[in-house]
């Protein structure tokens, strides 16, 4: 779609494991979208928030899993949602919304 939009040379971007990618890579990103495994999703809360400028974004997904966030789900994946959520909505460094779309996408912004 960026290329479609003419819009692909005005940006870089970096596809695969977030957690992988941030050990690639250096300096600071305007936008992560963590859409990773979920129960590594509370590494991402610890090390995104670092590697966001002001003002940018952390978009994540999946954070009702269903249904399971709120049910007692008890397996891996849920309990990293469970925890990857407590992260950043106790983050000094992010202000946080879950928005309810389909399964719940938790956009952060970098104060």
């Not at 290329?3 to 695969?16: A, C, E, P, V």
């Not at 890579?25 to 495994?37: A, E, H, P, Q």
């Not at 460094?93 to 912004?109: E, F, H, N, Q």
Request: net charge positive; no cysteine.
């Amino acid at each position: 779609f960026f290329k479609s939009g003419k819009l692909k040379s005005r940006f870089y971007y970096h596809s695969g494991d977030a957690l992988k990618s941030f050990a690639r890579t250096s300096g600071s990103f305007d936008i992560i979208l963590n859409d990773i495994d979920k129960e590594s999703y509370p590494g991402v809360a610890r090390v995104a928030p670092k590697r966001l400028r002001k003002g940018g974004l952390l978009i994540s997904d999946n954070l009702l899993k269903s249904g399971k966030v709120f049910g007692g789900g008890r397996d891996k994946a849920t309990l990293g949602v469970r925890k990857y959520t407590k992260i950043v909505y106790r983050s000094t460094k992010l202000w946080t919304t879950i928005v309810p779309l389909r399964d719940g996408v938790a956009v952060s912004l970098k104060l």
